[in-house]
Structures are given as C-alpha cells and as structure tokens.
T-cell receptor
Framework: DAKTTQPPSMDCAEGRAANLPCNHSTISGNEYVYWYRQIHSQGPQYIIHGLKNNETNEMASLIITEDRKSSTLILPHATLRDTAVYYCIGMSQYALNFGKGTSLLVTP | EAGVAQSPRYKIIEKRQSVAFWCNPISGHATLYWYQQILGQGPKLLIQFQNNGVVDDSQLPKDRFSAERLKGVDSTLKIQPAKLEDSAVYLC??????????????FGPGTRLTVT
C-alpha cells in the first residue's frame, strides 16, 4: 500500500473552498486513493475515492495529478460542520491503513 | 437504513480484567472490520472478516485479543487480560462487497475503553 503524506493541520474560512493536499509518490497503478474524514467523537466517514480520473460527488471533488503522485480533496464551500480530521489513503484491495491525517479547522 | 451498531459506548475496567465489545453491521454487508484508535492517531485495523471467515488478522495481538463473527452477521471482540495500553476507541465498520474489496466502509460510533 502507498505511503501518504498530509499536512498535520489547515485552517479555512467558512464559505470558502478548502483544498486538502496529499502526496502519495509510491502509489502503484492499481491502487485507489481514498478520502475519509472523522468528526470529533464519531467514526470515520467515507468521502470519495478515485483511481486516475478526477471525481466529484455531493460532498467533495477529488483531483488526482496525471502522474498520480499527489491528489487534492476540495470542499467547495466549507461549513463549520466540515471541521474534522481528513485522511488520505492509498489502497489496493483490502482494509484501510489510516495515517494521522490533516486536522481541518473551519472558522466563522 | 440503520447504521453500524456498537455496544457498549463506554467501558472502564482495571488492568488484567476482561472485556467484550459487540458490533452489528449494516444488513447485507459481507465484510466486517475491527479497528483500534489510540488518542491522537488514525484507526489501525485489528481484524477483517468476509462473511464468517477471517481475511486479515495480522495486527491482532492474539495472545490477548480474540474476535468472532458467528453466522456471518454480528461480531464480538474480546480482550483478556487487558493492559493499560489497550485504552483506546474500538471501531467497527462494514462494507457491502462480498469479495472483500474496500470501496465504501461504514463505521459505527465506537466503544471508548479506559483501562486503569
């Protein structure tokens, strides 16, 4: 499984886009990039995943570079409820290996 | 749709005692996972079941931890005897895919264990 690197913390103003970067330079061709988040005192919540192409759903967009060595999770209009720890995970098949993630603080 | 259920939500025990956690996954989900999350860290996989068979238990401390998933539905995780370093949140998750592939995992609220 690919090792991922994320900044430990980020701030974002409410209503602005939150762009969370992730480096996964060792990712192999069949490994997906998954993003989960964990709000305080809750279990992790799936956000989005992708392989090569950019992906969008109702929660977020995932931009993967052409060489697949990095990706960015975009929350287009961050709200206070988006304050959480965001995990970027490179994974091929089985269970998720969480790192320490990025602690995102959305401020009023 | 009901989510992943876990009980108890909180448990305080003394070291060397035993404890058990229960998980009921989302109906129809073939794969069930137990994770351990120590304060300040991301969740760490302990064991993964596909139906009632074990797919991966390489990080389960088998001298003190055990888990079962009878009939391929709900599951229990047991610690006996507990150590101070077992203080953590124990998370259960399930996913639909019967082939054991990851896709979207749904997590329960967790059980917070404190060992004194």
């Amino acid at each position: 499984d690919a090792k991922t690197t994320q900044p430990p913390s980020m701030d974002c103003a409410e209503g602005r886009a939150a762009n969370l970067p992730c480096n996964h330079s060792t990712i192999s061709g069949n490994e997906y990039v998954y993003w989960y988040r964990q709000i305080h005192s809750q279990g992790p919540q799936y956000i989005i995943h992708g392989l090569k192409n950019n992906e969008t759903n109702e929660m977020a967009s995932l931009i993967i570079t052409e060489d697949r060595k990095s990706s960015t999770l975009i929350l287009p209009h961050a709200t206070l409820r988006d304050t959480a720890v965001y995990y970027c995970i490179g994974m091929s098949q089985y269970a998720l290996n969480f790192g320490k993630g990025t602690s995102l603080l959305v401020t009023p | 749709e009901a989510g992943v259920a876990q009980s108890p939500r909180y448990k305080i025990i003394e070291k060397r005692q035993s404890v058990a956690f229960w998980c009921n996954p989302i109906s129809g989900h073939a794969t069930l996972y137990w994770y351990q999350q120590i304060l300040g860290q991301g969740p760490k996989l302990l064991i993964q079941f596909q139906n009632n068979g074990v797919v991966d238990d390489s990080q389960l401390p088998k001298d003190r931890f055990s888990a079962e998933r009878l009939k391929g539905v709900d599951s229990t995780l047991k610690i006996q005897p507990a150590k101070l370093e077992d203080s953590a949140v124990y998370l259960c998750a399930s996913s639909l895919d019967s082939a054991g592939r990851v896709y979207e995992q749904y997590f329960g609220p967790g059980t917070r264990l404190t060992v004194t």
